[in-house]
């Protein structure tokens, strides 16, 4: 490693510096009371017991006849059993019919099936003749019938805190008269591309570079359960670089800049902003590899994440600080935050590169027969090509110098629509 760099650079692991923001940071889940119909994609501050039993009532499952199970005993299509029908129920309303020995109701699916009546026989097993019906075979008791409960009981706990909303529970809840839930409130998070080269402004671009990396991480921010904020680009000054920060800081949770972070002389997001005095360094440069220079402050209590601009070494910042830090304020594990498959090295791979440091490898996953195979899409830190045809990576530990093929291991993917492709797609 170059001595110079070392001399600068203080390398901490990612769990270290997360260890440190969480430890000294004002950074914490906030819950919130939100509207059950605007809750979709939230994390559950609270668990969701049942306050009633589900069904109500024991309801018809199909349209038929409501019956007394012992009254259909021994009938078949030669020796049809007969009985009246005593009544109707067209419609899921309230009723108070009942029926005695030798009576059938008309009933519609979801409706209340009638007092002393056991199960309920489908109207293509019987024959109408004017007001009694010929059961064609007898039925069970309970067959046709959903019982009181049966789906769920009250007290029980449906839904537990640290689940995500999904678009059937905002069904469940609203159909036991739950209108508001307690939810961990998405984090917002303030992103800021620097560098004199860039323009946020797709118009100036005949003189500058548009700045496209904030738009890349926004996306992860929103996949992963964050709010993003996109500021326009800074320039290489001291001045200009610490009002855009502090003010992202004033309605944001995390502030995250892009470039500016290593040692040239425009590089001066660390210079400029550890040097504040409401700053408190947390890293400078962590033990990964891509991503090596990214570094961490807080300011006013809040992280500022400055990310390398070298677009593998910026996912690399995402993945390490950035996501476990969203899934940290929605309540949720801070190591758990992506999709994981067991998959076999498809090639041999050296990584002889940064002993030291945990090495990130962008590879992609194919399916072959039952298994998966991983193969790695090489090409230095610059290089977009390894993300846009990988679709997950893998963390090769300090010291392994060596993947060999056949090694099984676990793949991390980058987003949870690669799951649909994956299992959507046929063998290699």
Known sequence: MDEQIEKYFKYVSPDKALERILNISRLSPRIIDRDVQESLGYVLAEDIISTISLPRESIAHFDGYAVRSSDTSGASTINPVRLKIAGRIDS???????????????????SRIPKNADAVIPVERTRLHGEYIEILESIKKGEYVTFEGADIQSGEVVQKRGDIIRPQTIK??????????KVY????????GVGDELTSNIKETNGKKLETSSIMVSYYVEEYGGIPTRFNTVPDSPDQIVEVVKNSLRENDVCVTIGGVSLGPRDL???TLSKL??????????????????????IDGKPVILLPGHVQSTISGV??????????????????SFPRISAEMGEDLHVREYISFTRIRFVKLVKNGDKFIARPILGDSSMIRPLITSNGFIKIPKKIEKIEKGSRLDVYLLSWSELLQLFSKNNE
């Open 92 to 110: 899921i309303r309230e009723h108070n019919l009942e029926i005695k020995e030798g009576e059938a109701v008309y009933v519609v699916t979801g």
């Open 172 to 181: 469940y809840l609203l159909d036991i008269g739950r209108y508001r839930v």
């Open 185 to 192: 409130a998405k984090p917002r998070v303030a992103l800021i």
């Open 269 to 271: 997001c660390w210079i």
């Open 277 to 298: 005095p409401s700053s408190i360094p947390i890293a400078r440069g962590l033990e990964v590899q891509p991503g090596r220079a990214t570094s961490i402050v807080l």
């Open 319 to 336: 993945i390490n600080i950035l996501i476990p830090l969203l899934s940290y304020m929605q309540g949720l594990p801070i190591k758990e």
